[in-house]
């Protein structure tokens, strides 16, 4: 049966009762009046038995309509109950059901109030967590007045407490909480979980006593029993959400710390299997992440390294990190040069799995590879200063150089008469010998423009204090060493350089894009010592003024006077003869 079926039954035959006791007390009320009259007339002919039989039938249908509606009562707080214990446990969140279920609480025990308390589980302290009123109306914080004499009692004892008049009551009208706030019906249970008193339910009502009795009793029981696990229910629903949320929050900080980092991280459990993979491994192996989670490392990275699983299971059984550089193919990459670190997860003692750290270093092995090459031009030293000039962009920087220019005379006539290949051939020759002659003294080559060579000291790539006099060594060395080549080669191919050096400030720097630039420099120092070479005789070393007085000691040398080309300027320079011995 429904409970609407019961309901309807219920009121069904309480209407049956009320109707026999209407007919029942007219009965009687018409046998009174037959016996009054034959007593007036002295007659005895009805016997009193049936008036009695008739007065205590009216007096059992009375008693069976109170059974009854006492009856629908507790059927009433029974359904209500079964209502609120549907509501408590269809949510989790229980702040405005456990309201709720209190109001209809207050309105099946006559209660004024309720209230539900529960400990704090840092604390330790009772606090209120629902206060409602009749009219289904939240009770403000000022406003929540109870007995904490009988709170604690049951919080002590893990008993209910009832009372109809709580100041007449000698257990507790010693209490000034029931005296100065006129407290009389008060019904209070605990709320136990596991054995455990977790808090209390409380009712009063401080204008009517006598309202709460065994039934009240037994329906706020049950109702502490259901919220009682509904409420730690909840609880356990709300840790799970902190750790929930707390792990959630760890881990997108470490997903962010993962995306910071330039080293791919990939962890696994003890069984290999992957746990962990970063953005940045994902990007440097060509794989997502929702394609290697719940995978066998060694099955998602087979091309890593030919014994790698043997690798996974010496960590783990040793205990002991790795570190491996190896080439690699990756699929839809291409070669790749990775550096590998392995290291053991633990935790107290326990091996968890095993952390590996990637690190591309295709780009640094390249890189590395080129600058190889590049030591067979230059030195270390100004290999290792390459950084400096990479970090100008394509800008510059203003400072001191020296500059030698050094230019082979007579080489145009003398390649008119030759094929491609044989000045190709000869001219290398030439320019080989001032290459090394200015690279012999720290000098680097700035460029060659045909048959002349431009070398450059106290760059960013070749900071040297004493650059001046560097420049002018290695522009003797270079004509010794042509001396020397003449002695070798046919008279036709016998040419002399012309060579100018000057000091002064020049803007070095990159020029060109992004993609392809050239280190440089643009000022006085190119500049003048171009003219100088230009206005040199075949096998004459000039310098000028600001090269004299820094090695004009150190050297044998003539002053001239020279007229500069293209130009009236009359100059004063130096011839330079050779060394002081």
Do not use: W
């Amino acid at each position: 049966m429904n409970s609407t079926f019961i309901t309807q039954h219920f009121e069904g035959v309480a209407a049956d009762i009320t109707r026999l006791g209407y007919s029942l007390n007219e009965l009687r009320e018409s046998l009174e009046e037959q016996i009054q009259l034959l007593q007036m007339r002295e007659l005895n002919l009805m016997p009193l038995e049936l008036l009695q039989e008739a007065t205590y039938l009216s007096a059992s249908l009375d008693q069976l309509a109170k059974e009854l509606e006492a009856e629908n009562n507790e059927l009433a707080q029974l359904r209500a109950l079964a209502q609120t214990a549907a509501m408590i446990n269809s949510t989790l969140d229980l702040n405005e059901v456990l309201g709720r279920a209190m109001d209809t609480v207050i309105a099946l025990t006559d209660a004024e109030r309720g209230y539900i308390l529960l400990r704090n589980e840092e604390t330790n302290e009772m606090e209120f967590v629902v206060g409602r009123k009749i009219g289904r109306e939240d009770i403000e914080d000022s406003q929540m007045i109870i007995s904490r004499s009988i709170v604690e009692e049951v919080i002590k004892s893990g008993e209910p407490i009832v009372t109809t008049n709580a100041q007449e009551d000698k257990r507790f009208n010693v209490h000034e909480s029931i005296m100065s706030y006129a407290l009389r019906s008060i019904l209070c249970v605990p709320l136990i979980y596991r054995d455990e008193v977790r808090g209390v339910v409380y009712a009063d009502n401080r204008l009517r006593p006598a309202i709460f009795g065994d039934s009240e009793l037994k329906l706020l029981m049950s109702f502490a029993n259901q919220a009682s696990i509904a409420i730690q229910n909840a609880r356990l629903y709300e840790r799970v959400r902190l750790q929930l949320a707390e792990v959630t929050k760890n881990q997108q900080l470490l997903d962010s710390i993962f995306a910071s980092i330039t080293s791919g991280v990939i962890t696994t459990d003890p069984n290999g299997i992957v746990s962990t993979f970063s953005p940045v491994a994902g990007a440097i192996l060509n794989l997502q992440s929702e394609h290697t989670i719940g995978r066998p490392l060694t099955s998602v990275l087979p091309f890593l390294y030919e014994g790698f699983e043997q690798v996974l299971t010496d960590i783990q059984q040793q205990d002991r990190p790795e570190n491996l550089e190896v080439v690699t193919v990756i699929p839809s990459r291409g070669p790749a040069t990775l550096n590998l670190q392995f290291s053991p997860l633990k935790s107290e003692g326990e091996i968890l799995g095993v952390a590996l750290v990637l690190d591309d270093m295709t780009e640094i092995r390249q890189r590395d590879e080129t600058l190889n090459v590049i030591r067979t031009y230059l030195s270390d030293e100004m290999v290792s200063n390459i950084q400096s000039i990479e970090s100008l962009g394509l800008s510059g920087e203003e400072r001191e150089i020296t500059v030698i220019n050094a230019d082979v005379r007579g080489f145009t006539t003398f390649s008119e008469n030759l094929s491609p290949e044989e000045v190709l051939a000869v001219i290398n020759q030439y320019l080989t010998i001032s290459s090394n002659a200015i690279q012999m003294y720290g000098g680097i080559i700035d460029k060659y423009m045909g048959d002349a060579v431009v070398g450059m000291y106290n760059t960013q790539l070749n900071p040297l204090d004493d650059h001046p006099e560097r420049a002018v060594k290695a522009a003797l060395t270079l004509i010794e060493e042509m001396h020397k080549l003449h002695q070798v080669l046919p008279a036709e191919q016998c040419l002399s350089y012309g060579i100018g050096i000057h000091k002064g400030l020049a803007v070095l720097g990159n020029v060109g894009s992004p993609s392809r630039k050239e280190f440089t420099a643009l000022g006085d120092a190119i500049i003048f010592s171009k003219k100088l070479q230009e206005i040199a005789q075949p096998g004459e070393l000039l310098i000028s003024e600001s090269v004299y007085e820094i090695v004009g000691s150190k050297f044998r040398t003539e002053p001239t006077e020279r007229q500069l080309r293209g130009s009236n300027q009359i100059v004063l320079v130096y011839r330079v003869l050779g060394a002081i011995e």
